[in-house]
């Protein structure tokens, strides 16, 4: 016999996305054996988060244990109650990124993890996260060696916009944009010798 095949990944690097329409998430998932842990990924505003996970219908075998994570990786709240196979949460986030775990457990009397496993549900409202529309800024004294630039705001696909360069001289340049991430991004320049500083404007739209 097989097991079922994993829904969820069980790592912060491979965390799904927590499906949500507006502040409300309305999801399901199956811990499939002990080793199976369902990591899922959230941005959440400022305020009272709060999370119900019921195990599926009535007479469940999966007793939950469910974590919250901030993007730190550092535990924020955890819930297993001793007489409720179910978990729940009320609690106040910070705006940023957060990691929610769902796993199964045992009572330490009457079973153990071996045999917690099934489906459950996940019911949440969490406030939206706020705004960033995005950040500007003036890179000065560039050369024809890559410079690392740090955006100071976390963004999910970023969108880098360059304006016109400073010029010294007629000669043409060549400006390159690499390797932008979610929180930064690296650019250089070519030049000639009479091109010695250089200097040009940035924007970071939130795509």
């Known amino acids: 016999m097989k097991f079922k095949a994993d829904d ?12 949500r329409t507006g502040r ?3 999801t399901y998932g199956f811990i ?4 199976d842990v369902d990591m899922f990924k959230f941005d959440a505003g400022a305020g009272l988060s709060t999370f119900n996970l019921r195990a599926f219908r009535g007479n469940p075998n999966l007793d939950i244990v469910a974590t919250i994570y901030n993007s730190a990786g550092t535990v924020v709240a955890t819930s297993n109650p001793l007489t409720d196979v179910n978990a729940s949460f009320s609690v106040n ?4 990124t957060y990691y929610l775990a769902v796993d199964g457990t045992g009572n330490g009397t009457d079973y153990t993890d071996y045999g917690s496993v099934g489906f459950y549900t996940i019911d949440a409202d969490i406030p939206r996260p706020s705004l ?3 950040e500007s800024g003036t890179i000065v004294g560039l050369t024809s060696t890559w410079k690392k630039v740090t955006l100071q ?3 999910r696909n970023p969108v880098v916009v360059m304006g016109t360069p400073s010029r010294q001289g007629g000669e043409p340049i060549t400006v390159r944009v690499r390797n932008v991430t979610a929180n930064r991004d690296r650019k250089s320049t070519r030049l000639n010798s009479s091109h010695l500083v250089i200097s040009y404007a940035v924007f970071c739209l939130k795509k």
Do not use: K
């Open 93 to 96: 986030l910070t705006d940023g």
């Open 24 to 26: 409300t998430v309305s």
């Open 8 to 19: 969820f990944g069980n790592t912060f690097a491979t965390a799904s996305n927590l499906p």
């Open 32 to 35: 499939s054996r002990s080793t």
């Open 132 to 134: 960033t529309l995005g």
């Open 153 to 155: 705001t976390n963004f």
